[in-house]
């Protein structure tokens, strides 16, 4: 490039000039960007579609478990050990699908056989024998959470999203609830699993012990074991499996599908928005692996809700899974800060400090009590309850 | 001629070698081709990764640029079954056929490919962001490019033979890069000088003015709806150019006063190059998701387009063959079909397909470490340093250490990444042991302090928690009092365990100008250090922060300052491997700005470290021409240097180009050492005395009478 100083100006000082608003305006009626055909193009208009899918009155979540695992170093060990971040879950050789090969040798055959006889029926057997044969089983804790809903017409519901992961440590949470004796009254009515991931969906037999019956809801990002696990769990209820993004559910209630690949060979997610009359949008996640940014922006894209506000955000709010491009850009919590939540209950994969940064940075996170073995009272910890709307 | 001939050393140079250097990459990557094809025979792991680094140096290119054709493969088995292999990306909307689901399908096959950490290093992608209000399109980083790339749909279609989208992909260049900035358009020049620049990247998507000016070229993206061929398509101008006719003149300019004098170009931006550091980032990843290497490329070269405009606004374009619009087409899948789609070929194509074998006459270097059977992990092995990162924490009692720890491994843990903490104090710092616990692996040193009495513990240590534990990083614990230089001795011993990183030391602010005062080992713990993180900065005011600092630059005026409170300060900062470094090869990389910006990068493959013991005193003239002369791959040498005319020993630094000398406060009753960081570090001819001192080690002649004969030597006896 040729030298561009003249008269001591610079270009590179007209710039910077200019773009501090010293020389502003100057070339701006030149039109100096709109000189190609492709200017003329546009992207895309995103232009949201608001579909009403109802209002209810409120939503009442309680915490059964957020702790999927006790000891990050032994689960992430065990996952690099056995080759990485696209080992397929199955082959990791954890309870309740280990088959006392050791690291990567694992399968969901191999494990299963096991144990098919034993579930659903007798879970403390087979974890018992899992225990001799996977990697780590202490470790495993699991995810689930209990949704009550009520309609404006008074009407509740309740519903379960995902199953936990260890038997026994999501059976003893199932009973410190409540959720077994719901479940044989059949007062639950549907079981919603997130995402195929071993803290939220390998403690399904534990549902299944007590209502096999349940209609189950997943997405079509399932893989073969997955399907067949729900089928040796002793699953007899109706199986829905979600394809379409946005599935309205009941007056106020829409199950969000995102095709995302997550690690160790998981794909898929589905979480849940509710509109919550006089107050706005509540979502509620598992891992929310699609990312907050992507999980609201599709929400406000295709959802209409009352004061076209959000209102309230549980679960793990997990990162996207990548980085972002700039260290100094707190994604997470600026994310979580531009949507305007008025009621955060975050735990599980949202990370200790970063749930801290969301009460420094004056979010109004709702603090648990930091009971059965949930570790901080900034996440909204085991048996803790968070509830929005009237 | 030398293939160095051609390495790119800033953008201004590309005007020059552009044009030839596109020539060499299109013969080489045409040779590229033509050995991937040929059946060979397996070779080591080592003439793998002469190979690659080969081959990008040659291209001087990453080696990202040309891993999508290095790819092995095997000849006889070749899957072309792409809807198997995307089955583990695939949203659902690709079934209808129409194109919609194209976006999403291409940013699944990178967030997919990107968890395996060794393609995600070696394709280069280093960080992303979905735009807010725009589902279809991202953000993205790239290694050895300090902008931002942006890739946005730009619409999508599907017929019967296929579906196909079309994205648009932006460059948006850092503001500090001024001679890439001043390349672009007045307009985008204004724009990136911006105080709200960054902000209006991340959503360029969804305004106009961030769109066109920053235009780098475009990206089809097709595949067949019977899934049988995957095309993946890149056009751009190998050069943006707009001229004005009549000149742009400055606002308050007189007459002549011309910003752009007439006739000259206003935008001049070498589009094609950039354009393609994403395509060949994103072939990459379809390469590693498909499983295969593409079986059909070709480059050919369009009549492009100049610009031109005159005062009154009029715009005219003409076509011009000196800058052409390249079209870039690489396929996937079933050779016919891929034939098929991606249309007839021209006279003067570059064109390469599977099968086609090749010319004798070319040198076997180049395709002999490309084995036919190595699955694709085994060829990123060699080619990736394995090792953990090794961070060396030091900092005053009660500076903050824990805290930063604890943040540090969040950090990491939200992203997959394993760190293992070795700690030399338990206990003794009050290790917040509920938070951390879960998070990290401890690992106890006996006897106390690491730093003190070493003598092979440390490694003994590592050692111990590598059989047990394969972490990404390690952070070393310093005890509050421990000396780092010490340390620093040590970790030469440690480099086939470990990739030394850096020294990073936490300075408590509100308490450092009364510990530096009062402490030699805290004045050695800055003096040593590669990142000084102010903390507390809280406490103290403005005043005494910047007291601090100064205080602080005064003991290690190369170091890395940032200030922070409740250790909260992200390591993407700080470390290699994560998204802020800016970054790969390059001067610009061991030559960090004084208190802001990235130390020097450890991480890029072939990156090691040297010890020269000194047992005798240097002559200061002599030590300070040698290291003048030391190579620029050379990247840092920090060390305790004794020299002939001093009595107390000196701390040496040197980084980017720099020496500093400053006086060792502390007691130090050891021999001297240098450790050199550089890159193929064992290959590099070390100058003068440097040499000397290197390569006398070990011989019986300079054993414990070496000082008192080289202080004869030079006069003093």
């Known amino acids: 490039m040729t030298e561009k100083k003249h008269e001591g100006v610079s270009r590179r000082d007209f710039v910077k000039g200019a773009a501090t608003g010293v020389c502003a305006g100057t070339f701006a009626t030149m039109g100096l960007y709109s000189y190609s055909s492709s200017a003329k193009k546009r992207l895309a208009k995103i232009t949201r579609s608001m579909k009403d899918f109802g209002v209810l009155k409120n939503v009442k979540i309680t915490n059964i478990s957020e702790t999927s695992w006790f000891n990050n170093a032994d689960l992430i060990g065990d996952i690099h050990e056995a080759g990485g971040l696209l080992v397929n879950q199955y082959s990791l050789n954890w309870p309740p699908f280990g088959n006392g090969k050791g690291s990567a040798q694992g399968s969901y055959e191999s494990g299963i056989a096991s144990i098919k006889d034993l579930i659903p029926k007798d879970l403390d057997k087979a974890w018992g024998l899992q225990e001799k044969l996977s990697l780590h089983p202490e470790n495993a804790g699991g995810y689930a959470c209990l949704i009550e809903v009520e309609e404006l017409n008074g009407k509740t519901h309740k519903y379960l999203l995902d199953t936990g992961w260890s038997y026994t440590w999501t059976d003893a949470a199932f009973k410190r609830e409540g959720i077994d004796k719901m479940l044989e009254n059949h007062e639950i009515e549907a079981l919603f699993i997130s995402h195929e991931h071993w803290d939220h969906f390998w403690g399904f037999p534990v549902t299944m012990k007590y209502d096999p019956t349940i209609p189950v809801f997943i997405q079509d990002g399932f893989y073969p074991e997955g399907l067949q696990y729900i089928k040796d769990s002793g699953h007899t209820g109706p199986l829905t499996s979600y394809k379409k993004a946005v599935n309205p559910f009941i007056p106020g209630m829409a199950v969000l599908k995102f095709d995302v690949p997550i690690i160790n060979r998981v794909f898929g997610e589905i979480s849940l928005a509710f509109n919550v009359k006089d107050k706005g949008l509540v979502l509620v996640s598992g891992c929310c692996h699609q990312g907050i940014l992507k999980f609201a922006d599709l929400a406000r894209t295709e959802l209409k809700y009352e004061n076209d506000r959000f209102y309230g955000i549980y679960g793990g709010l997990h990162i996207s899974p990548f980085e972002d491009w700039d260290p100094k850009y707190d994604d997470l919590v600026i994310s979580l800060g531009k949507w305007g939540f008025e009621k955060i209950g975050c735990n599980h994969c949202t990370g200790h400090l970063t749930a801290k940064k969301f009460v420094e940075a004056g979010y109004p996170v709702i603090r648990g009590t930091a009971r059965f073995r949930s570790s901080s009272p900034d996440y909204l910890g085991n048996g803790d309850k968070i509830s929005f709307g009237a | ?717």
């Not at chain 2, 993205?140 to 730009?154: A, M, N, P, Q, S």
């Not at chain 2, 279609?157 to 296929?162: S, T, V």
């Not at chain 2, 354009?275 to 050919?300: E, M």
């Not at chain 2, 030391?505 to 590669?530: G, K």
Request: charged share 20%; hydrophobic share 35%; with cysteine.
């Open chain 2, 1 to 717: 001629m030398p293939p160095e001939a051609f390495r790119l050393k800033s953008t201004a140079e590309l005007d020059s070698v552009h044009r030839q250097l596109m020539h060499l990459q299109r013969t080489l990557r045409f040779l590229v081709l033509h050995a991937n094809a040929k059946a060979l025979q397996p070779t080591s792991d080592e003439n793998r990764c002469a190979f690659a680094t080969q081959l990008s140096r040659w291209l001087t290119l990453p080696p990202e640029a040309c891993f999508y054709f290095s790819h092995p493969k095997k000849q006889d088995t070749v899957n072309h079954d792409i809807h198997t292999k995307l089955c583990h990306v695939s949203p659902s909307e690709l079934s209808d056929g129409s194109g919609s689901g194209l976006p999403r399908l291409l940013i699944n096959i990178i967030t997919r490919a990107c968890y395996d950490k060794g393609l995600k290093k070696l394709a280069g992608w280093r960080g992303m962001a979905p735009t807010p209000g725009d589902p279809e399109s991202w953000t993205f980083k790239l290694k050895g490019h300090r902008g931002i790339f942006g890739v946005g749909c730009e619409g999508k279609r599907g017929d019967n033979e296929k579906q196909t989208a079309r994205f648009l992909i932006c460059h948006f260049p850092d503001t500090e890069d001024e001679e890439l900035v001043e390349l672009m358009s007045l307009h985008a020049a204004t724009t990136a000088n911006r105080p709200d620049y960054l902000e209006k990247v991340r959503d360029f998507a969804c305004r106009e003015e961030m769109r066109e000016p920053f235009l780098m070229g475009h990206l089809n993206f097709s595949l067949g709806q019977d899934a049988s061929h995957l095309l993946l398509c890149l056009e751009s101008p190998l050069k943006k150019r707009v001229v004005a006719l009549d000149g742009v003149r400055l606002p308050q300019g007189t007459e002549e006063d011309y910003l752009v004098p007439p006739g000259e170009c206003e935008e001049d931006f070498p589009a094609f190059s950039l354009a393609s550091v994403l395509f060949n980032a994103i072939c990459a990843a379809v390469t590693y998701t498909l499983k295969t290497p593409p079986c059909f490329y070709r480059h050919a070269e369009l009549p492009g387009q100049v610009v031109a405009y005159n005062a009154q606004g009029e715009i005219t374009t003409q076509e011009t063959d000196e800058w052409p619009l390249i079209r870039q087409t690489v396929g996937y899948g079933d050779l016919s079909s891929v034939l098929k789609a991606s249309g007839p070929n021209l006279a003067g194509d570059t064109i390469w397909q599977e099968g086609e074998t090749l010319p004798d006459t070319l040198p076997p270097v180049i395709w002999q470490a490309v084995t036919p059977d190595t699955a694709l992990a085994s060829l990123s092995t060699p080619l990736l340093d394995k090792r953990p990162q090794l961070i060396v924490l030091t900092g005053f009692l009660g500076s903050g250490k824990t805290t930063f720890i604890n943040n540090f491994v969040e950090y990491h843990t939200s992203r997959n990444n394993f760190v293992a903490v070795v700690q030399n104090e338990i206990g003794e710092t009050g290790l917040d042991g509920k938070l951390l616990e879960g998070n990290c692996n401890v690992v106890e040193i006996d006897e106390g302090c690491v730093c003190c009495t070493l003598a092979g513990q440390l490694s003994t240590g590592i050692t111990e928690l590598l059989g047990q534990f394969t972490p990404e990083s390690i952070i070393l614990e310093t005890t509050g009092l421990a000396n780092t230089f010490n340390l620093l001795d040590e970790i030469d011993e440690l480099k086939e365990l470990v990739r030394f990183d850096s020294v990073t030391t936490i300075v408590d602010c509100a308490n450092a100008l009364t510990t530096l005062e009062t402490f030699d080992v805290a004045r050695d713990q800055v003096r040593a250090a590669d990142i000084v993180i102010l903390n507390k900065t809280d406490l103290t005011g403005p005043e005494q922060t910047g007291a601090v600092e100064a205080k602080v630059r005064r003991l290690n005026a190369k170091t890395l300052i940032l200030g922070t409170t409740h250790g909260n300060i992200s390591p993407g900062l700080l470390y290699d491997d994560a998204v802020g470094c800016n970054d790969a090869a390059g001067p610009d990389a061991s030559n960090p700005a004084p208190t802001h910006g990235h130390h020097v990068c450890h991480g890029e493959e072939g990156i090691g470290t040297l010890k020269i013991p000194l047992d005798h005193p240097l002559e200061r003239k002599a030590f300070l021409t040698a290291i003048k002369e030391l190579p620029p791959d050379i990247l840092r040498v920090k060390g305790i240097v004794r020299f002939t005319d001093a009595e107390a020993v000196e701390v040496c630094q040197y980084v980017g180009g720099r020496i500093d000398l400053s006086r060792h406060t502390g007691p130090y009753d050891k021999e001297g050492f240098l450790i050199v960081i550089g890159r193929d570090i064992h290959n590099q001819p070390l100058p003068g005395v440097l040499y000397d001192a290197y390569h006398s080690t070990g011989r019986p002649v300079d054993g414990p009478h070496r000082p008192l004969f080289h202080r004869c030597a030079c006069g003093h006896h």
